[in-house]
C-alpha cells in the first residue's frame, strides 16, 4: 500500500477542538430538516428561503382552491 494512502493514526495539530461544545446542534438535528436543492435558473429568481417559501405557499393556495372549485362543480 502506498504511504500516502494509509490513514493517520493521530489526529493532526491543525485540528483544535478545545473551543467546541458537545451537542451543541443535538437538538436542531433531532428536528430534522428539509434540505432542497434548487436549479441554477430557479435560484436566480429566488435568492433566499424566505422568497421561495412565499412562492411555495401561493402555489398551496392556489392549488387548494383549484381543489375546492372542482368539487363545487360536481
Do not use: C
Not at 500516502?4 to 477542538?17: H, I, L, Q, S, V
Not at 478545545?18 to 428539509?34: A, D, F, I, L
Amino acid at each position: 500500500m502506498n504511504q500516502e494512502n494509509k490513514p493517520e493514526e493521530e489526529m493532526r495539530a491543525e485540528y483544535d477542538f478545545s473551543g467546541g461544545v458537545r451537542g451543541k446542534y443535538y437538538e436542531q438535528y433531532m428536528k430534522g430538516t428539509n434540505v432542497v436543492l434548487l436549479d441554477p435558473d430557479v435560484a436566480e429568481v429566488f435568492r433566499d428561503s424566505d422568497s421561495v417559501n412565499q412562492a411555495l405557499r401561493l402555489l398551496v393556495d392556489i392549488a387548494k382552491n383549484q381543489v375546492g372549485r372542482s368539487s363545487q362543480r360536481e
